[in-house]
C-alpha cells in the first residue's frame, strides 16, 4: 500500500527563495511525506519540511522557522500469542534541517524499543540524540511497566537523563493510571 500525503500553506506576503525548485512562488510553508507500510514493516513515513523565516501561521504553533529538510520515521511491531513476547515494537525517527544560508540547524535521532512479556510486564528504552543548534542535546531513558495491557490498571516507573542545551538532567518518572 502507498499512501501519497502532502499540505501546503500559501501566503501573498512572501516567497520562498527557491521558488523555481518548487513551482510556486508564494509557498511559505510545506511539508510533502509517503507513508509506505510493508507487510515486514509497520510504518515508514519519509518527509520533507520547507518553512521559511517570514512564515506567520495565522493558526498553529510552529517552534521554528528557516527550516529546509528531509525526515524518516520507521517502526516494527509484532504482536505474538505464543513467543516469548506478547508485543513488540521497535522504532527509529531523524529529521535533518538546514536554513537558507546552507547551515545545519537541526539534526535529530531517536532510536527506542518496547517488550511486553506474557505476564503483562513491559520494558521500553529509547536513545535520542539531537542538534538543535549551538546545542548538542542527549537523552537515554527507560521504563518498567505493570498490567501493559489495561491501561486503566497500568503503573509506570522510569528514568530519563541527559543533557539539553548545556544542562545535566536526571528524572524518575512515575505514572498511576
Not at 500500500?1 to 501546503?8: F, K, P
Not at 529529521?95 to 513491559?122: K, M, W
Not at 511497566?145 to 491501561?151: A, N, R
Request: glycine share 8%.
Amino acid at each position: 500500500m502507498l499512501v501519497w500525503n502532502a499540505w501546503t500553506i500559501r501566503s501573498a506576503k512572501s516567497t520562498l527563495p527557491n521558488a523555481a525548485k518548487t513551482g510556486s512562488s508564494k509557498v511559505t510553508a510545506g511539508s510533502k511525506s509517503i507513508l509506505i507500510p510493508p507487510t515486514t514493516i509497520d510504518a515508514i513515513n519519509l518527509g520533507y519540511a520547507a518553512i521559511t523565516k517570514v512564515f506567520n501561521p495565522t493558526l498553529g504553533y510552529i517552534p521554528r522557522r528557516d527550516v529546509f529538510g528531509p525526515s524518516l520515521f520507521g517502526q516494527y511491531g509484532r504482536d505474538s500469542d505464543k513467543d516469548w513476547y506478547k508485543r513488540l515494537r521497535l522504532h527509529y525517527y531523524g529529521r535533518y534541517s538546514e536554513n537558507e544560508q546552507r547551515q545545519t540547524i537541526l539534526r535529530d535521532h531517536s532510536l527506542g524499543a518496547t517488550v511486553v512479556f506474557p505476564n503483562d510486564l513491559g520494558l521500553q528504552v529509547g536513545q535520542d540524540l539531537d542538534f538543535h543548534a549551538p546545542f548538542d542535546n542527549r537523552r537515554s531513558r527507560a521504563e518498567l511497566e505493570l498490567f501493559s495491557s489495561d491501561y486503566w490498571k497500568s503503573v509506570e516507573l522510569g528514568w530519563a537523563g541527559g543533557v539539553f542545551e548545556e544542562t545535566d538532567l536526571v528524572s524518575g518518572v512515575q505514572q498511576c493510571r
